[in-house]
């Protein structure tokens, strides 16, 4: 190792960064060990096509999960990221039919999305009400909303751009899909903000001990804020390339995905409590539940395997990263 | 575009020279479906008519659950094309979601059979014809409601506005219905979200408020079971009262017709032989052969023991009698699809 | 104008002529009560003041006002003779102000240096933070003050004598004018208060104005130029040190003479073995402790920060495991290693951390005193609420617990009501070993009193006392014997009237 | 001062008569009422006696369920796999019933099922130290793959015993079984929490889990029996809902376990534990069951159902803030 690495190390998150780097190498570990358990035992497993479908796949929980993970670490949840998906579809899918317009298509998208971010982020940061209650709420308001206003019908895109259909069909060098690409580059920029930018040492830091956080002259209310915004776009980004996915706005989009993302993001170990955890932990926790259901499904177990499986996985997985860190403490 | 457009020939192109190779006879060796929602009765049934006649024909048969989930629909496809099978049998969560699917088939050229849901720039569809299913079981209850109710029908209809198929079910029953009972009306149209325990909940609510109501139609057993179950919880006696049951999806519609006075009719789909149709489909399409758009699965209302002609029964297990089935002649066109519904 | 402990080599102007921080009129209220009355404090630059008074007497208040935590309902605020607005934290420290907490204000997950840097990550290009300098200026600063930390170790591994020097060396980081410190040296050890109190007057040459919170008077009389004392939120007098007395200034805080702060009412201590722990060890940090306590005892524990104190405290009452070792009471032996065979055989914890292990704050007084006593009050599994209330309210009269009544919750008394209300907890249970953790941190000098009376009672009335403390005074004043502890071992058990100051010491640095 | 700093406090609401009518409660009981007297203008119906009884029977199941989650939630712990077992019970019991034509041995299979995961869900939590919002997701999965497994279809009743139907579509007297059964659980609920030394415990415990322990009081032991009592609970409820569908269905209790949470939130039991009442819970479940009711009484769109309660349940606890602000303020 060089030796300017060790000091970015050092003295970048320190400890911290140490800590998690260990807890990341095991997850990465762990991904390794179900990818080669299905490369020998999946048929097709281990191809390009294969491995490049499950990152195109699993661009929508990467995306929505850097959102969850950023409310996470602010020391909140927002369980409505699975209603926003099929919110969101609706401006994005209606606008677009009518004006053939991608970039106004995604614009609408994204103002709803921040509407939503803000109505979540202000009950939450500044009418002091519980994220867990808020977000619940709105989970029910939104998909309520979506079905009365749609009849429970999904809205079909009958605009078919191509620039839309790429988002779906389209790779890069043929090989990488783009919803991939895009799900990369934003996790990159995030995880650059929540390690090297004030304001994701500010997250961390709001999370951890929000009573230290104001005395440092942070403005706690507007960060919680402004992390509800930044995750309801960002599932306003998956909520985008899910509805490029199925072609349509679909009312019943995204139905318990919150529940995916939240299990995935605490997998990578992203701490309910706060201002624990790194995005490159629940990258690793969406793909490993991914490449885990992929492969499943490429030995043919029924679903009910697969949720069996999931479940304990999930439960093994927490508990032994609760092991660990206890140890750790003690010695 | 004129690249998409030059691969569109290009496919076709290879399409039609493969099935010019192709001898009627070939089986595609494997073939994968996607179900919308494994664990629900009806499409367990389905994959049994599936499994059997593709146990017949010598083809492999894999299939993929998307619980109910777009998304997992489409992930679930892509996995099947990635390990190269070579027809594809859909059953789409609904119509919209799977377009950019049969785009992604196409390019890839894996022929695709659609069940139960028809989508746009599908080759073929096994379903059957739900306006059709509805209606004729409407026209018995209307039979029925003539002789045993006095001629009156206050229909409580536990309904799916989810779905466009379950809408036209209600509707045919409704508009067979008053083919015999003109002044027929529909006092409730109520969402039991096409499960029981919340059928049961929401007929509650209604029985409360309409003690009239005579008639209970369910869009699928589970609604209508849960509509009965509502009936019951209330105290009151099934002496005046009809309830239509549309699927025949599993064991309980038989138990239902066997115990409860008032089960009288049921709309009987036969998943079975929809599944079997979708692999003869299948097969054709492998073979480049010319099959019509909507290929039309027999349905048949059921009055009181006709079920004993279509199934065996051993109290555990139900076995179809194919030859009852298969002998029954499917319309050609339907009376109504969900075409006609968007209108 | 500006002052800044990284680069001391640069000359600073200050301009000693104008009060640094200057607060005038102050009044405060909380719902039906006056925190603060027409209060009013001056801080002069280069200059150490401290601020005294008992818990309730409105400091904590006022420094929170200062720090823009609270805002102020009457009287003004200036710095350097300008009149200012503070509304937030983030206002204040623009002024310069820079307050050291007495409870820790670090982030736990993060590096130390990250810490020193938290109110202001310097950006390199494009706004990145910059990782190096962060480092470097951190361990430049420690060298500075000659503070041995790895600015990257992870803050909450550390000890938290070492978390706050981190704290104070935080305040040292940026432009500060003013540096207000509450209660600094509560955790720390002998070595880092003298370190510390380099580090002030360092400051004050510098021409900060440094505001000093303490209950200690021998620190006062050591460090500050001035002080201030504020009675029942109002304030009482402002002095030279040099016009103080031990007695004046106690007579200020209470407004009365306390004449004698460890009132010894009981007897001899018995014989009788009460608790016996043999070769004790932890994963942590215990070493093959032993030793034994007798009925009517107060065995006084002593250590430095870090000596292990707290963990013996936890693993002799069955908190936390062990790994071997024997701990009887009254000849049982505690097993299975719990709580609740603890209990059962009559030994407790008074813990050192009320709020996290002690209270349940959200609770009424009454259900956190019957807390461990409530199956006595029980029928059938059904509570007797008549007999249990009147019990508490036979405690609440006997230790003048200052309460407007059993249903107030519990997070709302002051600490000193709090701390009997737990040992009510206790006695209400009956038993015959407790273990006391640090009884008087963050009481007043008044309640101290009482919580030693209620001690020697205790230990009066037959119970084996084990007290952990690392204050000498409470150590000397109540203690039969004393053990020292150093690095998780004991080091030596001597009687009170063989015990001084210096042998005391010796023991504990080992 | 000390004195005048506390004397300000909320100390009388603590009595019994405040605590019957504190906080959100009251605002609750004004929304009821409401919600009551806006639906029966529009629809005189509603207050129909077969109606009322639909209301009753409808609140019955999540209120049983309600019963054990708000005692669960007061220990700071939550539960999200009962919607997922509420359906497996369901299947169990009715299979054995099937098989055994005892209905005290069905009952017993139900409830020993429904225990077990509640004692699996606890050991996870207080044993492994798993968080119990993900601890129950993973037993929800694990439930919904596994009922699955049990049976591919719906359990049909083969045994015909007729106490097993009057199980749900009973009456004693005017008032249905299941509304007598829930009754009963609440009314031990709530007098288990309001008198008994086990129910101070729960409250401790949930309010400061350490000092509990401190005190010689088991803390994981008390988690570990409101996580076994609420799954008990839940295979009351998966019989009785059985009963009520005359089969054991592994379809059924889809989002059953947002519905008994959003009522006792509703109810204004804190999730950070310490806080609650099994009244509030009450009052809560009577809430969402009369709009989901009223919606339908009225002929509105049903999906209405969804978003009604997503408003009512942010703005009482909006409420309830702005409230506690007031006093303090």
Redesign the interface.
């Known amino acids: 190792m060089s030796l300017a690495s060790t000091d970015t190390m050092k003295a970048g998150p320190s400890m911290l960064a140490r800590l998690v780097a260990r807890q990341e190498l095991a997850l990465l570990l762990c991904l390794i060990l179900v990818i080669a358990f299905f490369s020998f035992t999946a048929e097709n497993f281990f191809s390009v096509r294969n491995i490049t479908n499950v990152l195109g796949q699993a661009s929508l929980a990467l995306t929505a999960g850097i959102g969850c993970a950023i409310v996470f670490i602010s020391g909140e949840v927002d369980i409505s990221i699975g209603s926003l998906l099929a919110t969101i579809a609706l401006p994005l899918i209606i606008i677009m039919n009518d004006t053939n317009s991608l970039v106004l298509g995604i614009s609408g998208a994204l103002l709803f999305g921040l509407i939503i971010g803000v109505v979540n982020g202000y ?1 939450t940061a500044y ?4 994220s ?3 977000t ?6 939104m ?3 979506v ?2 206003y749609t009849g ?1 019908r999904a809205i079909p895109d009958d605009a078919a751009l191509d620039s839309f259909i790429a988002l779906s069909d389209g790779r890069l060098f043929n090989v990488v899909p783009y919803s991939a690409v895009i799900a990369i580059v934003l996790l990159a920029v995030f995880a650059y903000v929540m390690q090297h930018r004030p304001f994701g040492r500010q997250i961390y830091a709001v999370g951890g001990n929000p009573e230290v956080a104001r005395l440092a002259g942070y403005d706690v209310r507007r960060v919680k804020f402004t992390c509800f915004i930044i995750s309801a776009l960002l599932a306003t980004v998956a909520g985008i390339i899910l509805a490029a996915r199925v072609g349509s706005a679909q009312h019943t989009a995204g139905l318990n995905f919150e ?1 995916q993302v ?2 995935a993001t ?1 997998l990578g170990g992203v701490s ?1 409590a706060g201002g624990i955890g790194s995005l490159t932990g629940m990258a690793l926790g969406v793909l490993i539940l991914q490449f885990l259901s992929n492969g499943l499904r490429g030995l043919g177990l ?11 996985i ?2 093994a997985a ?2 032994f990263d ?2 660990k860190r ?1 140890r750790a403490i003690g010695g | 575009m004129n690249w998409s457009k030059s691969m569109l020939f290009a496919s076709a192109a290879v399409l039609a020279l493969s099935a010019a190779a192709a001898h009627a006879e070939n089986m595609p060796k494997r073939i994968g479906y996607v179900t919308n929602y494994a ?3 009806w499409y ?1 049934n389905v994959i049994k008519g599936m499994q059997s006649r593709a146990k017949e024909l010598g083809i492999e048969l894999e299939v993929q659950d998307a619980n109910l989930d777009v998304a997992k629909e489409v992930s679930a496809a892509e996995d099947f094309m990635a390990k190269g099978v070579d027809v594809l049998i859909i059953t789409p969560v609904n119509e919209e979601g799977v377009v950019p699917l049969l785009r992604q088939a196409k390019s890839n050229n894996v022929p695709v059979v659609l069940e139960g849901n028809p989508v746009k720039g599908m080759t073929t569809m096994v379903a059957i014809c739900d306006y059709d299913t509805g209606y004729t079981a409407g026209v018995e209850a209307g039979k029925y409601a003539k002789e045993k109710l006095e001629g009156k029908a206050k229909v409580m209809n536990v309904g799916l506005p989810l779905l466009s198929a379950t809408v036209l079910r209600s509707q045919g029953f409704m508009d067979g219905l008053k083919t015999i009972i003109p002044d027929a009306v529909m006092v ?1 149209d ?2 039991g ?1 096409g ?4 059928a ?3 007929s ?8 009239d109501i005579n008639i209970i139609y369910g869009i699928n057993d ?1 609604s209508s ?2 509509g009965l ?2 009936w ?4 009151k006696s099934q002496d005046g009262l009809l309830t239509v049951g549309t699927g025949g999806e ?3 519609f038989i ?1 239902a017709m066997q ?1 409860e006075p008032s089960y009288r009719i049921e709309a009987a789909m036969f998943p079975e032989k929809e599944g079997y149709t979708a692999i003869d489909a299948a097969v054709k399409l492998f073979n480049g052969e010319e099959v019509p758009e909507h290929i039309v699965s027999p349905t048949a209302p059921m009055n009181g023991d006709d079920w004993k002609k279509f199934y065996d029964y051993d ?1 555990t297990t139900r076995k179809i009698k194919w030859d009852a089935v298969n002998a029954l002649q499917p319309p050609e066109k339907c009376m109504k699809t969900s075409a006609d519904l968007k209108k | 104008m500006s002052v800044d402990f990284l680069h001391p080599g640069e000359t600073v102007a200050v301009d000693k002529s104008v009060p640094a921080l200057e607060m005038r009129g102050i009044g405060k209220r ?6 603060l009355d027409n209060v009013d404090l001056t801080l002069e630059p280069g200059k150490i003041h401290a601020l005294m008074g008992e818990n ?1 007497a409105g400091k904590s208040t006022l420094i929170k006002i200062m720090a823009g935590v609270y805002g102020k309902d009457a009287g003004t605020i200036s710095l350097r003779g300008r009149e200012a607005d503070i509304k937030s934290p983030r206002d204040s420290l623009k002024e310069g102000i820079k307050v050291v907490f007495q409870e820790i204000a670090l982030i736990a997950e993060f590096s130390v240096a990250e810490n020193i840097f938290l109110e202001g990550y310097p950006t390199g290009k494009g706004g990145s933070i910059d990782w190096k300098k962060i480092r470097a200026d951190a361990a430049a600063l420690f060298k500075r003050i000659g503070f041995n930390v790895d600015p990257a170790a992870r803050t909450g591994s550390l000890p938290v004598s070492q978390q706050q020097m981190v704290e104070i060396a935080r305040a040292l980081a940026h432009e500060a004018r003013v540096v207000v410190m509450d209660e600094p040296t509560s955790s720390l050890t002998p070595n880092e208060v003298s370190l510390l109190f380099t580090v002030i007057r360092r400051l004050a040459a510098l021409g900060i104005a440094v505001l000093y919170v303490s209950h200690k008077l021998d620190e006062v009389f050591e460090i500050a130029d001035t002080v201030t004392v504020l009675r ?2 109002r304030h009482v007098s402002t002095r030279p040190i040099g016009q103080h007395t031990n007695d004046t200034l106690i007579q200020d805080m209470i407004g009365r003479r306390i004449e004698n702060l460890f009132p010894r009412k009981r007897g001899a201590p018995g014989s009788k073995v009460a608790l016996s722990v043999e070769g004790l060890s932890t994963a942590k940090k215990l070493k093959d402790v032993s030793f034994e306590a007798h009925a009517g005892e107060v065995l006084g524990f002593f250590g430095l920060m870090g000596a292990g104190r707290t963990e013996l405290a936890k693993a002799i ?1 069955g ?1 936390d495991p062990i790994t071997s070792g024997a701990i009887s009471v009254d000849g049982c032996r505690l097993l299975p290693h ?3 065979t ?3 055989l009559g030994i ?2 008074l ?1 050192e951390d009320r709020k ?9 007084v009454y ?1 956190n005193a019957s ?2 006593s ?2 006595a ?2 029928r059938m ?3 007797d609420k008549v007999s249990e209330r009147k019990a508490v309210q036979d405690y609440v009269d006997r230790f003048r617990i ?4 059993l ?3 519990v997070k ?3 600490g000193g ?1 709090q701390q009997k209300v737990l040992i009510s ?1 206790w006695l209400m ?1 009956g038993l015959k070993v407790i273990v006391v953790d640090e009884p008087t941190r963050g009481i007043d000098v008044g309640a101290k009193s009482e919580i030693f009376a209620l001690i020697d009672r205790l230990a009066g009335e037959g119970l084996a006392v084990v007290m952990m403390t690392s204050e000498m005074p409470e150590l000397l004043g109540l203690a039969d014997r004393i053990a020292v502890m150093c690095e998780g071992r004991l080091t030596a058990i001597m009687p009170r009237d063989e015990a001084t100051q210096e042998n005391i010491l010796n023991a504990a640095i080992g | ?15 019994i008569g405040g605590q019957l009518l504190g906080s959100s409660q009251l605002v609750l009981g004004v929304i009821l009422a409401v919600l009551c007297m806006a639906i029966s203008i529009a ?1 005189p ?1 509603f207050y ?1 006696e ?2 009322i ?3 009753l ?2 609140c019955a199941l999540v209120l049983i369920v309600a019963s054990g989650m708000t005692m669960l939630i007061i220990t700071a712990e939550v539960d999200l796999s009962v919607g997922a077992s509420l359906a497996f019970v369901g299947c169990i019991g009715m299979a054995v019933l099937n098989s055994t034509h005892s209905l005290t041995l069905g009952l017993l299979a139900a409830l020993a099922f429904a225990g077990a995961v509640g004692l699996f869900n606890g050991l ?1 939590v207080t044993r ?4 119990s ?3 129950t ?13 049990f049976t ?3 359990v ?3 045994h ?1 015993l007729a106490s097993f ?1 009057v199980l ?2 009973g ?1 004693l007297g005017a008032i ?1 079984l299941p509304v007598v059964v829930a009754a009963l659980i609440f009314a031990l609920a709530a007098a288990t929490l309001r ?4 129910g ?2 729960l ?2 415990v949930g ?2 889990e ?9 803390s994981q032991r008390l988690k570990l029996f409101a996580f076994v009592v609420t799954g008990l609970c839940v295979g009351v409820a998966g019989m009785i ?1 059985s009963s ?4 054991g ?6 989002g059953f376990e ?1 519905t008994v ?2 009522a006792v ?1 509703l109810g204004g039991t804190s ?1 950070l534990g ?2 609650g009442s099994l009244l509030g819970t009450l009052l809560g479940v009577l809430v969402l069951k009369v709009i ?2 009223g919606i ?2 009225l ?1 509105w ?11 009512v ?2 703005l009482a ?2 409420l309830d ?1 702005v409230r506690n602000r007031a006093n ?2």
Do not use: C
């Not at chain 1, 029924?302 to 304990?312: H, Y």
């Not at chain 2, 499960?195 to 919340?198: A, I, V």
């Not at chain 4, 001062?1 to 009595?15: G, H, I, K, Y």
């Open positions: 009950l009418a002091g009400i519980n867990l209650i808020v619940l709420g709105t989970m029910f308001i998909r309520g909303g079905y009365l429970q529940f939240v299990a605490v309910l029924p679903t009910e395997w697969q949720l069996v499986i999931t479940g304990m999930i439960i927490v508990a609760e092991a206890r | 664990t629900h009765e367990q409730h109520l969402d979200g499960n029981p325990d919340r049961l909940e929401v509650s609510a209604a029985l409360a408020k309409n003690a589970s079971l849960g179950q509502a019951k919880a209330a105290g599993g064991l309980a138990n115990n109290g | 909380f719902p039906g009560v006056v925190a309730g029942d939120g009452v908190y719990e709580t609740h603890g209990v059962r407790g914890l813990t996290s292990e002690g209270l349940m704050g959200e609770l009424p259900q807390l461990a409530l199956g009050f029980a599994g059904f509570v200052r309460t407007p009544s249903f107030q919750q709302n008394l002051s009501n907890r249970r | 001062m000390d004195m005048s700093e506390l004397t300000q406090s909320s100390a009388p609401r603590r009595f629809a119906q129909s077969a109606n009884i639909a209301i029977r409808q996870v492994l130290k798993v968080n919002l993900i601890a997701i993973g037993t929800m999965m694990m439930l919904q793959g596994g009922v699955y497994l591919r279809e719906a049909q009743n083969h015909r139907t749900g579509a009456y249905p008198f008994t030394t086990l101070r415990y409250y401790a309010a400061n350490r000092a509990v322990r401190l005190s010689g009081v088991r809902l009520l569908m005359n089969a269905q592994p379809t059924a209790g889809r947002l949470i959003a939130i999730l310490g806080r989901d009711n339908i009484i002929g769109n049903q999906d209405l159902q969804m978003v009604v309660p997503g408003i349940i942010i606890t909006y803030i303090v303020g």
